[in-house]
C-alpha cells in the first residue's frame, strides 16, 4: 500500500493536470445543427455561481461573459458561412435548476429543423475518397457544398429544369420536376456523372 506522502499532489499539480477537465467543467448544452454550409456544434457553458455564460460554434469561442448577476436571459449569435441568427435562451425552471433552449432564426431548434426538411433537400455523396455534402435551398435555388455556395447555370427541359454545377471534375445537376400531385410538389434529384444520388436524411 502507498504511503501518503507518495500520493499528495500540490494543488498546482492537481490544478494543471485537471485543468483541461475544469475549462468544460460549466458545460451545460450541446447542440448539432445542420444548415446549408454544413453540420454545427454549438456548446454552452454557464456558471451558475458566477453567472458566467461562455458559447462555442465548432470549437469556437464566440461569446464570453465572466460575471452576470441576472443568471437568466438570453445570447444571440451567428451560426456558419450563411450567416444564421442562432440564440440561447436560459430560464429558470426551480431553485438552482436551468432549462437551455435554442432558437435558429427566431424558431426552436425542433421546428427550424422539420421546416427545413420542406425548404432544403440534402444529398451526402462520396467522389474519389473525398466526402461532399450537396444542399439545395428551394426558395432560392441556392446550391451548397462543403459550406461553399456552388456557381450555378440553370437551363428549362422538357418535363422542367436542371441546375448545372461542378464538384471537383465532376458534372453534377439537380432536376427539378413536377410530381403532378398537389402536395408532393416538385420533385428534385441529385445526377453526378449521370448518376442518380438518394437523398439524405439529417
Known sequence: MASREEVTLSEEEVRSRYSHVEKMTDLVAVWEVALSDGVHKIEFEHGTTSGKRVVYVDGKE??????????????????GASKTRATINIDAVSGFAYEYTL?????????YMEN??????TWILSLGGTDYRVVLEKDTMDVWCNGEKMETAGEFVEDGTETHFS?????????AVSSGKRKEGIIHTLIVD???IP???E
Open 194 to 196: 449521370d448518376r442518380e
Open 116 to 121: 427545413r426538411l420542406k425548404t432544403t433537400n
Open 62 to 79: 464566440v461569446i464570453r461573459k465572466e460575471w452576470m448577476f441576472k443568471l437568466v436571459g438570453k445570447e444571440t449569435f451567428i451560426v
Open 199 to 201: 437523398e439524405a436524411v
Open 103 to 111: 432558437e435558429i432564426n427566431g424558431r426552436s431548434l425542433k421546428k
Open 167 to 175: 464538384v471537383g471534375d465532376h458534372s453534377c445537376y439537380i432536376k
